[in-house]
């Protein structure tokens, strides 16, 4: 018989050997799945890891891997404070958003004014952006005691329409023919989050990225509030004693979250993508609940996992375009990533025991 | 500029590497929904197929399905021209201000965009005039409605989706000047969810004809489930629900053009165009009308389809005003593809506002 035994503390060595372990699994079921669908395994996944990194073309693929992982990792940084107090803001899609409509509404009311001053503000103005969406859960769940889950993640609903809103109105260039869609901020240099060197894909946002990856690091091991976070997520009840006021902790978290993400839109919005538009998210906000998780909430962790998932993005795309994968079968094998991420997770807090039943 | 020039050096290698291989031109087609949607992208992917069936060993083709429109099409479409691509077709409008940032890297690389305005020396953009099938369509949808309430699903408030409303309302409202539309706009080009709730919706109003400008076949489900509604097949025949809920359709055609425009890439007589082709073309077509409509609609319908593709008939002639009531064309005049083009405002009798 196989039975599972709790572990008196979480080990150590399984809890950095899970996420190795998770995608070794990935890459050999993952290579099954391909098999089935008659596509040589090895190649296709050589094509999704190796490729991007070190195939032929990777001078292009690795800068593009910063600009799809600084998103994720902005996001997932954020989030992960939050999910450490267990405090859990699922709408920074939603967040991710107004820092794009705010921070890009912004630049646009001050065209075609050029001016050095005029980035910085969207930057302030994307971040508060966030940071106002984030609240609106915070403040009730503060006050009402609502769930900051589901009305953080309605409020993703709210801002889609806002953006829908935005792009066919307000935000809409009126140079578009009619068309839907604002002003292409790339072709308006004050308001351009441009390569900082052309051609490594290094724009503000990944810089942003790794500063927040910096300072969650030194908050959670260095500060008091870092401290507070990891207790009231591991003892609510001596978070308690030791006098953290919960409410204050919620407002932070969250505030802290819907800032980033918001942030995220922003660079995202001034840079890679250019423009307000109906389809502007594409599901950042969502992928970095994934990312928080991948990454174990720690911070060094979600800047890999970050990468790792924008690896198996980029990779996908090659992977369709040069041997024909359909689509579904990518997203498959991303699935599986966080299946199996999850199911070793077990392994972190319990020991398998092989031996009669009944024994322990 | 550097990463520029590294780009076109390697596609210029690649591209010498490729002709001096073999004689083959590869084409890349980039998606915007999955291929088996069973409309928009699933025709598209049809006009793919015949460019292999007409060019077989000589040319080879790739895709990649699903890509959202933003930095991913432009990493996509990147990544096709750095594998060797002559030529590029991007199927969705969103797509436009990746198609010009990607096609200034690779000025060797052919690209068509469809449904989009901009074009570049080596930017070709083409689009099909679907109000034509419209208005067949509003002929059909005006004389089988028995409740006078016309259901429309539409997508988003560009204009090509306008046209097509007022295109299929003016021609409803001429057979049974009775006729009412309720408009659901649902801001999406494909999801099965959102349609099929638009499709209740509209047929707890009391709509007994359902038409869509979105890309699956939920709306078609939906009627089914509900009865007594009928259908029109949007941009694929959707024959699987033939011939009731779907009593006809209208069906991009892109194959012929696809097949055109690759041989022109491989003769090297390719040009930067803006190709608008109809029925007569054969770029729109209308599908089978079926046994669920009488005779003497059949008929009509297939006559109005035969004058358009004559070019006798423009669905968009005078006398019409606007929906605020001030003349738009006098007695006899016809549309201008300028004005067609940019269409933003809604015929005289439609209710509601375009969202803005």
Known sequence: ?360 | MKLTKLLATAALALGMATTAMADKTKVGFVYVGPVGDGGWTYEHDQGRKAVVEAFGDKVETVYVESVPEGPDAERVMTQMALNGADLIFATSFGYMDAVQNVAKKFPKVKFEHATGYKTAPNVSVYSARFYEGRAVQGTIAGRMTKSNIIGYIASFPIPEVIRGINSAYIHAKKVNPDVEFKIVWVYTWFDPAKEADAAKTLIEQGADVILQHTDSTAPQAAAQKAGNVITFGQASDMAEYAPLPRVSSIIDNWGPYYVRRTKAVMDGTWESVSTWDGIREGMVKIGEISSAVPGDVKAEAEALRDAIAAGEYHPFTGPLNKQDGTPWLKEGEVADDGTLLGMNFYVEGIEGEIPQ
């Open chain 1, 1 to 360: 018989m196989i039975a599972l035994e709790k572990r008196p503390q979480p080990s150590q060595v399984w809890s950095v050997a899970t996420p190795v372990i998770a995608v070794l699994a990935t890459m050999v079921f993952g290579g099954i799945l391909f098999a089935v669908l008659g596509k040589n395994p090895v190649e296709a996944i050589r094509t999704i890891f190796w490729e991007p990194l070190f195939g032929e073309h990777s001078f292009y693929y690795r800068p593009q891997l910063l600009v799809k992982g600084a998103p994720l990792v902005l996001i997932a940084i954020g989030l992960s404070l939050g999910f450490r107090a267990g405090i859990w803001n699922i709408g920074a899609e939603g967040q991710y958003i107004m820092g794009a409509i705010v921070g890009a509404g912004v630049g646009l009311a001050f065209y075609p004014m050029e001016a050095w001053f005029i980035f910085p503000l969207m930057v302030i103005a994307g971040a508060l952006g966030g940071w106002v969406w984030a609240m609106i859960p915070a403040v009730l769940k503060v006050r009402f005691g609502t769930n900051e889950i589901l009305v953080s993640l309605m409020l993703v609903y709210v801002a889609e329409q806002l953006l829908a809103s935005m792009s066919l109105g307000l935000l809409k260039n009126p140079e578009g023919y009619g068309f839907p869609g604002s002003r292409n901020l790339q072709q308006y240099p004050s308001a351009h989050n441009a390569d900082l060197i052309e051609g490594s894909g290094m724009h503000w946002g990944v810089v942003a990225a790794m500063i927040a990856v910096i300072f969650a690091y030194v908050l959670l091991n260095r500060h008091m509030r870092g401290f507070h976070i990891r207790l009231a997520g591991e003892a609510p009840r001596a978070a308690r004693f030791a006098g953290v006021s919960p409410p204050r902790l919620i407002l932070f978290c969250m505030g802290l979250s819907g800032a980033l993400a918001g942030l995220a839109g922003l660079f995202e919005v001034s840079g890679p993508s250019g423009q307000i538009s109906i389809d502007f998210n594409v599901g950042y906000g969502f992928t970095a609940i994934i990312v928080a998780f991948l990454g174990r909430l720690h911070p060094f962790g979600i800047l890999l996992a970050g990468l790792l998932m924008a690896l198996t993005y980029i990779g996908g795309d090659i992977a369709q375009s040069q041997m024909g994968l359909p689509a579904a079968a990518i997203q498959v094998f991303q699935g599986m990533l966080l299946f199996f991420l999850l199911a070793f997770d077990l392994l972190t807090n319990y020991r398998i025991r092989i031996g009669k039943a009944g024994v322990a």
